[in-house]
Structure formats: C-alpha cells, structure tokens
C-alpha cells in the first residue's frame, strides 16, 4: 500500500499584503477619529451630530401599538375584569401565565383567585392580548421590570391589576381602535 505525497509550494508572504492590511487598519481608525471628533465638537456647541438618549432623564416616545409588559385591567369599582376563562393561560408560548379561579355571586360569575405571571419567561408577544375575550389582559408601556432575585420576577394579581383609565392613551385605546370601522 504505497502512497504518494505532494509538496505543495505556498508564496511567501508578501509585502503587498502586509501594507494593505496596515493601510485597513490605518482608514478604519481616521474613520473612528473623524465620528469622535465630530461629535465631540457638536456636544461641546450644544447640537449633537447623533441621536443618543440620555436613559434616565430622558425617554422615548413609544407608540400605541408598543408591547410592553402584560397588565390586568381594573375596573371603576375596583375589582379586575378577568373571568378567569383561561384562554391566556393557554394561548401564551412560554407558560409563563399561571390562573385559578373562583367562584363569586357578583354579575362576573368568577375571578382569578390566583393570577400570577412570571415576567423572566414572558417574552411579550402579545398572544395572551389577542386571545382575552373581555380585554382584561393589555400589553401597557412599561418595559422596566428588572429584579434582584428570580422570585422578584414573579408578579401577583395585584402587581399586575392597573386602572382601565392610565391604559386609555396607550395600548388598550389601540386594541380597540378597529371596532369603531
């Protein structure tokens, strides 16, 4: 069993690109110091060349149709518009909704007893919104959910429940801008 082997000739490295290379390096760092120049001199005179946000003093402007983190609607007299029917529950991709229900003799036969959502699973799709017959569970603005602890990302009923007239100006009055066609 006889095998034959090849010497393969390789060139040199060669000069050529070894100075293109140090010429790419060298335009990519006139580039970078030109933007920081550039921008330096519009922050020194007050007329800023980029768009940056300052985080916590300043904020954007998000739209109606933004998905922020799944709120409970409240009702005028307190109590959440939730009838506990499930379908959240079911519709959500990650599980992350927890529900049981209870009895009661008001006009809402029942109502979420427990009603937890665990937001480090939540990936705000939006899906459980769409499938909420009674528009009990919106997506509201609010983005800034962060915790210490796994267990600080679990939010209870009563994190969750916020007024139906804070939710009119954002997402809820966009949901319910295509029944009015």
């Not at 060298?26 to 921008?39: A, D």
């Not at 939006?126 to 569970?137: F, K, Y």
Request: glycine share 4%.
């Amino acid at each position: 069993m006889a095998t034959q082997t090849v010497a393969v000739r390789r060139p040199l490295a060669m000069r050529a690109g070894f100075i293109r290379s140090a010429f790419a390096i060298l335009k990519g760092l006139w580039i970078t110091n030109r933007h920081f120049w550039r921008n330096l001199w519009g922050f020194i005179i007050r007329k800023p060349t980029v768009f940056t946000v300052q985080f916590p003093e300043e904020r954007l402007v998000q739209p109606n149709a933004f998905r922020g983190m799944p709120v409970l609607v409240q009702m005028d007299n307190g109590k959440e518009r939730c009838v506990a029917c499930g379908l959240c529950e079911w519709a959500c991709p990650t599980d992350c909704i927890t529900i049981y229900p209870a009895e009661t003799a008001d006009e809402i036969e029942r109502y979420p007893r427990v009603f937890d959502i665990d937001m480090s699973r939540c990936m705000f799709c939006g899906l459980c919104e769409e499938a909420c017959p009674e528009e009990a569970i919106v997506m509201s603005q609010n983005v800034e959910i962060c915790a210490y602890s796994r267990r600080g990302t679990l939010w209870h009923k009563d994190d969750l429940l916020v007024p139906v007239d804070k939710l009119l100006d954002t997402r809820l009055f966009h949901v319910r801008r295509g029944y009015d066609r």
